[in-house]
């Protein structure tokens, strides 16, 4: 499969890119399995960010306690580099948004963009692929 076919959600994610000084984003599973990657970052990359982001949200989640409320909800992760940022926000069911940028981008706009970005990936994520929801119809055939 190459990696346009395996990469249906990326135009979308190229919006959020739209924000001056932001650079790459990806859309991971909970395992860190890359699902989309937005233009300008190799596939390899973008597998790689998938998996240490992954394992970056999964230590931000167990430290809620620390914020001084049990059980409460991780809603997103700011990493600060000399050189730039990392955000990284749920995007729904066991899925994941990261965007990167230099250190000059807008910060509340970047957050925006992404929170937009997930309400509209959300519906793209829920939604049953065509093929299988034509499959659902009654009288009404996929071919194989």
């Not at 979308?12 to 699902?35: F, N, Q, T, W």
Request: glycine share 8%.
């Amino acid at each position: 499969m190459n990696d346009h076919m395996a990469n249906e959600l990326g135009w979308m994610l190229d919006e959020v890119l739209k924000v001056p000084e932001a650079r790459h984003a990806i859309l991971l599973s909970a395992d860190g399995m890359l699902r989309a990657h937005s233009q300008g970052i190799a596939r390899d990359e973008a597998e790689r960010q998938a998996a240490a982001l992954s394992g970056l949200q999964s230590i931000s989640r167990s430290t809620a306690e620390f914020c001084g409320k049990d059980g409460s909800p991780w809603q997103q992760t700011l990493v600060e580099f000399a050189g730039g940022y990392v955000f990284l926000v749920a995007a729904g069911a066991g899925a994941y948004l990261a965007v990167s940028s230099t250190q000059d981008v807008d910060m509340e706009m970047v957050t925006y963009r992404m929170q937009k970005l997930v309400d509209r990936l959300g519906k793209e994520l829920t939604s049953p692929p065509r093929q299988d929801a034509a499959a659902t119809r009654p009288g009404t055939t996929v071919p194989s």
